[in-house]
């Protein structure tokens, strides 16, 4: 049965719209990973607020020494009682809970793959050893860092209850496989965060 005219234009405008907005997003993608060009060192800034964090690209499967260690994110949080006192949780395995979401899940989600290690990246990449920002993108992975933390605990705890979280990384070596003659010290390293407050901002809509 044949549309009237009207719902036909407005599909017409719907796909017309989802085609540039598929172009646009792809454009910028393909400018990031480009080699530096006129048209990206012209509008760097723009294409970095598009890009970060959620379409951050790299190439660490293809490195000629691709990653060989574990790493895990762990958050506690500190949290305010009905009685007005605080107190601080225990450290809770956040990279732990998305293995378990991908362990016989044949169709796990990015969310669960790629979120947290992509924030994590994302937040070492823009600090330096003494976990300070390098600028504004280090200011906004810790905000971003912070969103997770709050979206995974605080309908566990209570949002409105959260006055600051802390983060840290657990770090070890793969070990190698057997038939390697090659020694590595597989003991876990701790990269441990500073306390950040959580203010209303730092709460998703989902974890209210």
């Given amino acids: 049965m044949a549309l009237p005219l009207l719902p036909k234009l407005l599909l017409v405008v719907a796909a017309a719209a989802v085609a540039v907005a598929v172009t646009a997003h792809l454009g910028a ?3 990031h990973v480009a080699p530096s060009n006129t048209l990206s ?3 760097d800034e ?3 607020d598009y890009i970060y964090p959620e379409f951050e690209q790299n190439w660490k499967l293809f490195a000629p020494n691709p990653l060989q260690q574990n790493v895990a994110v762990h958050a506690r949080a500190e949290i305010r009682d009905e009685d007005g006192s605080l107190r601080r949780t225990g450290w809770v395995d956040l990279t ?4 378990e979401s991908i362990r016989g899940n044949p169709f796990p989600s990015h969310t669960n793959q790629n979120e947290l290690r992509r924030a994590w ?3 070492t990449g823009s600090h330096d050893d003494d976990n300070l920002p390098n600028g504004s993108r280090g200011e906004m992975s810790e905000s971003y860092l912070k969103r997770i933390v709050m979206l995974r605990l605080g309908p566990r705890l209570g949002a409105d209850r959260v006055t600051k979280v802390q983060l840290r990384s657990a770090r070890s070596t793969v070990e190698p496989p057997p038939w390697s003659k090659e020694s590595v010290n597989t003991e876990t390293r701790y990269r441990v965060l500073p306390w950040w407050p959580v203010v209303s901002a730092d709460i998703p809509e989902a974890a209210r």
Avoid at 96 to 99: L, Q, R, T, V
């Fill in 96 to 99: 732990a809970m998305d293995a």
């Fill in 46 to 48: 723009t294409l970095d």
């Fill in 121 to 123: 990246d994302f937040f």
């Fill in 29 to 31: 993608v393909f400018l």
């Fill in 41 to 43: 060192r012209q509008h």
